[in-house]
């Protein structure tokens, strides 16, 4: 098991920005994977961000590439997804997620399926 807790959600204006985080307990935190997932009300599950172990691969969902940046600090157990000029169809839960894999999803990890589990969510709305 690896649990997941998301925070840093919550409500913001339109061009705002906000850091969510995402804390992953145990001592292999560095052989994980990690991602950010978000669903906005009424639709699907969509890809955000994900970071390689190290840190030095990611890869973004178009929709915010330029606008979010996904780090990481695995001394801490943590991942971060900062969001800058925020836009309404940003709102949605965000999720975090841990893929265990053996190799790093490269354009693959908009894949649900390569994440082995995932957090609770947390909240943004952003207002226009």
């Known amino acids: 098991q690896v649990p997941l807790v998301e925070s840093g959600g919550g409500l913001v204006q339109a061009g705002g920005s906000l850091r969510l985080s995402c804390a992953a307990s145990?001592?292999?935190?560095?052989?994980?994977?990690m991602g950010w997932f978000r669903q906005a009300p009424g639709k699907e599950r969509e890809f955000v961000a994900a970071?390689?172990?190290?840190?030095?691969?990611?890869h973004y969902s178009d929709s915010v590439k330029d606008r979010f940046t996904i780090t990481r600090d695995n001394a801490k157990g943590m991942v971060y997804l900062q969001m800058n000029n925020l836009k309404p169809e940003d709102t949605a839960d965000y999720y975090c997620?841990?893929?265990?894999?053996?190799?790093?999803?490269?354009?693959?990890?908009?894949?649900?399926?390569?994440?082995?589990?995932w957090g609770q969510g947390t909240q943004v709305t952003v207002s226009s």
């Open positions: 145990g001592r292999t935190f560095g052989s994980y994977a």
């Open positions: 997620a841990a893929d265990l894999g053996p190799i790093w999803c490269g354009i693959y990890c908009y894949r649900e399926a390569e994440y082995d589990y």
């Open positions: 970071i390689s172990r190290s840190g030095l691969s990611t």
